[in-house]
């Protein structure tokens, strides 16, 4: 894992933004995971900005995290609107290759398995883009979750379903089912690109950083991954034991 600190979400999203932008430039045929939430929008604008000073995201190919079970993809919570209305409707990709689960599969687990083949056909995702819960879920694998689990469907906790009520009229409705990548599925990314910020990040990123790996906070597996790029801003990184020593090494030029 790499370990980078910025004073502020916006720095860290700026650095993040200039690290994804990079490789698209190097490779316009990118495959990206993407994540909702609202820790990924300041890299979504400025992935934004850069399309619009020119760079070509036409070939760009990209796979969803998740998707709430049982909503419209015109649901105005539904995870496709969010990623249409902040990342797609900016960008000039091409919206058919862009994939969010489908909360309305009326055969849930051909559906799943359709699209892991889908991620398999592109070549894999390249960049996966991560948040983390408060709990340290990754996607909607929540604590318990199997670490070598596949696309599924999956129960949200009531810690998340509280956490995401503020987008809903009332915690009542909010689905208690989802649709997600695997924690496995999530490994195979050859990259992946976490963004956490506050200070009720803290332990669950003290934990995914120097706890051990175990299924209680999911996000620990990416100990385990070849290339995971940890952008943290003060707040949630205020829990950390070595936190002087990441630093240190981001000095250091690592
Ligand atoms: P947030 O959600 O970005 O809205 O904090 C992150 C997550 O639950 O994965």
Known sequence: MQIFIFDTPEAASRAAGEYVNAEIRKNPKLVLGLATGSTPLGL?????????????????????????????????????RFMNENLFDHLNIDKANTRVPDGTAADPAAF????????????????????????????FNEPGSSLVSRTRVVALTPQTISDNAR?????????????????GTIMEAKTCLMLCFGANKATAVQGMIEGGITQFNPASILQMHPDTRVYLDEAAASKLTLKDYYKWAGSCGL
Do not use: T, W
């Open 112 to 139: 799943c398995a359709e699209y892991e083949a889908a991620m398999k056909a592109a070549g894999g995702v390249d960049i996966q883009v991560l948040g983390i819960g408060s709990d340290g879920h990754i996607g």
């Open 167 to 183: 987008f809903f009229e009332k915690a009542d409705d909010v689905p208690r089912k989802a649709i997600s990548m695997g924690v």
């Open 44 to 80: 979504y604008k400025e992935m934004a900005e850069a399309c619009k000073a020119g760079l070509d995201y036409s070939q760009v190919r990209s796979f969803n995290l998740d998707e709430y079970y049982g909503l419209q993809p015109d649901h105005p919570q539904s995870y496709r």
